[in-house]
């Protein structure tokens, strides 16, 4: 398993479109606007219609509630029924799009991701300046849930592909697959491939009024059981129709197939959508047999999990002979640190969101005179403050004239150490912003690596000020 950096860059759209309609579960009138994303932001939802208009990134670690879609929760927050749109954003190949709404729930449209599709071409791509990263799978990683028997496994492949295979145990419907061997294929193949439920599901969600914005016009109904008299009256006062009769392929008369194996290319549509919320792209194949919205989004989480600790654990790669961006002198004229207390040696790699430092350990440290004598490691708080300044270069090259700021230390969370730090180790710093400096205040995850390995980490928070 690998995140690798493509030579793909990433994507968004090149203006705001919007689209207005009826959630399917709340019933309420919602219009959902698509707006630009800034590089390696990912998919993001906010509610315009509360206020702050918080948001809630596109994350599988949110999801809730998946008994009538996907449903996810941040502070408080929530966003009902959001596969179909994400489904269409990754469709599309995009890797940047707010998602803003004003209710809590996407209009479910005719069912499928075919009007998000069409909206968010109108709105053109838009090719940005970052590189797309990519979750290269090399070995099998699977997820079942052993009460309703569903399976997901990924396999290694050269591009990201998806099968589903269905089977809901009924003649009606019977046992479909479908596959989506090119994400190019989606608006063709998959993106009209609407929703569907079965009688039973239909009554017993008209009962307890859960489907308030449905009609006959989003939503395949198979009949598997008899249409009773009163069955039928239910149906044509709920979806104000004259008449309602079953097809001799089992469905309500109100649609048309646009497939055979419409109801299988559906349940792939949910399985793009949810996996959305990995918030990384896959370079394997997902094989999934009988998928629904729990397993689809437990699967996410555990992909976001191995993706999480895979970046957590990643060595930089560093040509330690290359000329560095920045040696010690160049360094010094940023810093106002000194030896004995300067703890960074050369700087490697400088972005405006990223910089790799590096520090060799020798046993001319002074701190090795005590800690420990015999035993020299060196003290984690230093290899902290190690990453503060080689963090320092980056927050302060965004200055015009960094020798007239200093940068201090504010909060620092999450600290770990994992391996000890010894005499002739070199030390690989790399900070990363977590989100835009604002007011000249920054936050970065900061990690340490060692011999190959990670050896501590934090989270710190910084602030620039100008020296008077």
Do not use: W
């Amino acid at each position: 398993m690998a995140i690798i950096k493509t030579e793909i860059k990433q994507r968004t759209i090149g203006k705001p479109v919007s689209l207005s309609g009826v959630g399917l579960h709340t019933g309420d009138e919602v219009i959902l606007t698509f707006k630009p994303g800034k590089e390696n932001s990912g998919f993001i939802f906010e509610r315009s219609d509360l206020e702050g208009s918080p948001k809630i990134e596109a994350d599988a670690n949110y999801v809730t509630n998946t008994q009538r879609g996907t449903c996810l929760e941040k502070n408080g927050v929530t966003i009902q029924t959001c596969e179909h749109v994400l489904a269409a954003l990754v469709g599309l190949d995009l890797d940047n799009v707010i998602i803003e709404l004003n209710a809590s729930e996407p209009p479910i449209m005719d069912g499928s991701s075919k009007f998000f599709v069409e909206e968010l071409e109108k709105a053109g791509i838009v090719e940005q300046e970052a590189f797309r990263e990519e979750y290269e799978v090399s070995q099998i990683v699977s997820y079942a849930d052993e009460e309703s028997g569903s399976e997901i496994i990924v396999m290694p492949s050269n591009s990201y592909q998806v099968t589903t295979m269905v089977d809901f145990g009924t003649k009606v419907l019977g046992t479909q697959n479908a596959t989506l061997t090119n994400v190019a294929d989606f608006k063709t193949e998959i993106a009209n491939a609407r929703t569907f439920s079965f009688l039973h599901e239909i009554e017993m969600l008209l009962e307890h009024g859960l489907i308030k914005g449905g009609d006959l016009n989003n939503a395949i109904v198979y009949v598997d059981k008899e249409l009773s008299p009163k069955t039928m009256e239910k149906l044509r006062e709920a979806f104000n129709k004259d008449n309602i009769a079953v097809k001799p392929n089992g469905i309500l008369d109100n649609l048309t197939l646009h497939y055979p194996n419409e109801a299988a290319r559906h349940k792939l549509l949910d399985v793009v959508g949810d996996l959305a919320l990995i918030g990384t792209r896959i370079r394997g194949k997902v094989i999934a047999n009988k998928p629904g919205h729990f397993v689809n989004t437990q699967f996410a989480k555990k992909m976001s999990k191995l993706i999480k600790n895979e970046r957590r654990n990643y060595v930089p790669e560093v040509d330690l002979h290359a000329k560095p961006v920045k040696d010690v002198n160049q360094i010094m004229d940023m810093l106002p640190h000194r030896p004995p207390f300067l703890l960074v040696d050369k700087i490697m790699e400088l972005t405006d969101k990223c910089v790799v430092g590096v520090k060799n350990v020798t046993m001319n440290e002074p701190f090795f005179v005590g800690h420990f004598p015999g035993a020299p490691v060196m003290p984690g708080v230093l290899q902290i403050e190690a990453m503060a300044q080689t963090g320092g270069i980056l927050v302060l090259s965004t200055v015009p004239d960094p020798e007239n700021y200093l940068t201090y230390l504010l909060k620092i969370d999450n600290v770990r150490y994992k391996h000890q730090v010894v005499p002739g180790d070199t030390l690989i710093f790399k900070l990363d912003l977590i989100s835009p400096i604002r007011r000249g205040i920054c936050q970065m995850q900061g990690r340490a690596y060692a011999n190959g390995k990670l050896v501590s980490e934090a989270e710190i928070m910084a602030q620039i000020t100008k020296v008077k």
